[in-house]
């Protein structure tokens, strides 16, 4: 792990939800007060990681997420000239741990494993040198997509948004070079999916930027980055791995 990288978690202990800071190895957590983009500070306490429920690291107010952003997930269609961006609804969000449900008459379900950007600050028409700036963090993702919806529907609003389709977590990550580190899903323990993520054909900076100038984003907002390499179908019971060098490893399993 890279050594000045901090990695922030939301939990639920005891009835309560807090943030805190995971330390170290991972087996402790030290709780903050102050939310995470404000002037957090510790509280002094300690928790062990094993006591706690890990939640989606943040709660953002609105999800975007990019298409078509590695040409190793091209095919045979060309490259985009912008990012191109889709809406997930938050109620797809699910935690680290949590099952995936195959919604009724879901045919064709697949994982595709993502970076994920985490805003900090509120961000509006900004360059992609100021986007960086406007950047929290990172976290794991997988954009879960029904592919025969994703192809028939007029819009991806159940393909990409139906419950569960939008595993987050485990940490945000502050002060990772990203482009420094690897991205794998695993499906059942088999690597599907092995990318470094400099191999992104628009950066984490470029995309915020393109999005801000539409869209306002919210500190907590997050977009998902794009998938590369190919995908496949999940049936009930696989189990699903995102790791990210410098982050972790989002793991989720698909319902029985």
Same mark, same amino acid.
């Given at each position: ?49 094993k006591?706690v ?15 078509? !952003? ?32 195959i919604? @009724? ?27 960086a ?12 997509? @029904?592919? @025969? ?6 819009? =991806? =609003? ?5 419950d ?20 794998q899903?695993?499906?059942?323990? @088999? ?20 999005a ?12 998902y ?5 190919t995908t ?16 972790g490893?989002?793991? !989720?399993?698909?319902?029985?």
């Open positions: 792990m890279q050594p000045s990288v901090r990695r922030y978690v939301r939990y639920e202990h005891q009835g309560a939800i807090s943030y805190g800071i995971l330390e170290g190895d991972g087996s402790t957590i030290l709780p903050i007060q102050g939310g995470l983009f404000g002037q957090l500070q510790e509280t002094g306490a300690k928790i062990e990681r006591a429920r890990l939640l989606w690291p943040c709660e953002p107010s609105k999800i975007l997420a990019v298409g078509l !952003n590695y040409k190793s997930h091209l095919g045979d269609r060309p490259a985009p000239v912008r990012p191109e961006l889709f809406w997930k609804p938050i109620s797809c969000l699910l935690e680290p741990g949590g099952k995936i449900a919604p @009724e008459g879901a045919a064709n379900v697949h994982y595709e494993g993502e970076l994920v950007v985490v805003i900090g600050q509120k961000t509006k028409g900004v360059s992609p040198e100021e986007a700036g406007c950047i929290f963090g990172y976290t794991c993702g997988i954009d879960v997509s @029904e592919r @025969e919806w994703q192809r028939g529907d007029l819009q =991806w =609003w159940r393909a990409k948004g139906a569960t389709f939008g595993p987050l977590g485990p940490v945000i990550a502050v002060g990772l070079d990203y482009k420094a580190s690897r991205l899903t695993r499906l059942n323990g @088999e690597v599907k999916q092995s990318q470094f993520l400099s191999d992104l054909l628009f950066d984490a900076a470029t995309v915020v930027s393109h801000s100038r539409s869209v306002t984003l919210l500190p907590g907002d997050v977009i980055t794009g998938t590369p390499g496949s179908a999940m049936k009930p019971g696989d189990i699903v791995e995102v790791e990210i060098d410098g982050i490893i989002l793991k !989720n399993t698909v319902a029985a």
